[in-house]
Antibody, heavy 119, light 106 residues
Framework: QVQLVQSGAEVKKPGASVKVSCKAS????????INWVRQATGQGLEWMGW????????GYAEKFQGRVTITSNTSISTAYMELSSLRSEDTAVYYC????????????WGQGTMVTVSS | SYEMTQPPSVSVSPGQTASITCSGD??????VCWYQQKPGQSPVLVIY???KRPSGIPERFSGSNSGNTATLTISGTQAMDEADYYC?????????FGGGTKLTVL
């Protein structure tokens, strides 16, 4: 079945960077946009950015411009989200999600990756 | 930046109808989708393009969108529907989520 499987939990110090991976299976990786969404404990969903693995086109939420980079490796059907200059407020669960054009929505989500930023 | 507003909480009795609203400027001109999220789980898409249900989502979930308000309606609400619900829409260059609504079934 269609799945997005994310990398494991991370603990980082303030100022460091984190790179989370998202491996797709069960569908053609290059046929769908991949989005990244985060959720702090007890808080709502926050969209961070997207990319299309086929075209390489990407876009980022204004809040994260300059700090987030979304990339992909099509040979292994994997997308990545790297967030730099981490601060305690970046402690959250990070999700990848598939976004088919014909749905205008995210129909498949990864299981989430907990990133903790602490000194 | 575009904002969408949801009530923080909605309560409903089992078997009754729950309505969760999402408000935003001229929201009716955008496609709205809805997600259900239970504690410790990833969000699940329950409505897309205002009114459409993905395969596997029960018929008791329905959606509408007009003017400045989109609404998720759950008919014959069941205990298993207790969860957080989020609306989402695309605004020019960004996806935007509403703040979320906690649905309590009591």
């Amino acid at each position: 079945q269609v799945q997005l499987v994310q990398s494991g939990a991370e603990v980082k110090k303030p100022g460091a960077s984190v790179k989370v991976s998202c491996k797709a299976s069960g569908h053609t990786f290059t046929s769908f946009d991949i989005n990244w969404v985060r959720q702090a404990t007890g808080q709502g969903l926050e969209w961070m950015g997207w990319m299309n693995p086929n075209s390489g086109n990407r876009g980022y939420a204004e809040k994260f411009q300059g700090r987030v980079t979304i990339t992909s490796n099509t040979s292994i059907s994997t997308a990545y989200m790297e967030l730099s200059s981490l601060r305690s407020e970046d402690t959250a669960v990070y999700y990848c999600a598939r976004g088919p054009d014909n749905l205008d929505a995210f129909d498949v989500w990864g299981q989430g990756t907990m990133v903790t930023v602490s000194s | 930046s575009y904002e969408m507003t949801q009530p923080p909480s909605v309560s409903v009795s089992p078997g009754q109808t729950a309505s969760i609203t999402c408000s935003g400027d001229k929201l009716g001109k955008k496609y709205v989708c809805w997600y259900q999220q239970k504690p410790g789980q990833s969000p699940v898409l329950v409505i897309y393009r205002d009114t459409k249900r993905p395969s596997g989502i029960p018929e008791r979930f329905s959606g509408s969108n007009s003017g400045n308000t989109a609404t998720l309606t759950i008919s014959g609400t069941q205990a298993m529907d207790e969860a957080d619900y989020y609306c989402q829409a695309w605004d020019s260059t960004s996806w935007v989520f509403g703040g979320g609504t906690k649905l309590t079934v009591l």
